[in-house]
């Protein structure tokens, strides 16, 4: 989880929505929110996954690689 990436897809979507947020319609604007509430979650559980990593780096030094 520490090194998810969106969907290349899912990214060109939601610029295309955003891109145009003044015109969508309602099941556009629907889906860009969702987007982007999908984002941010996995960027939250990015972030999360990143910091378990970081502590047991830190507990266990030499066990886990770096990358």
Known sequence: MAAYELEPSLHRRMR??????????AAEHEELLALVDFTHQRTIEKLEAQMALDRLRAALPGVLSDT
Not at 16 to 25: M, N, P, Q, V
């Open 16 to 25: 295309e929505l955003g891109a145009r947020k003044e015109f969508l319609s």
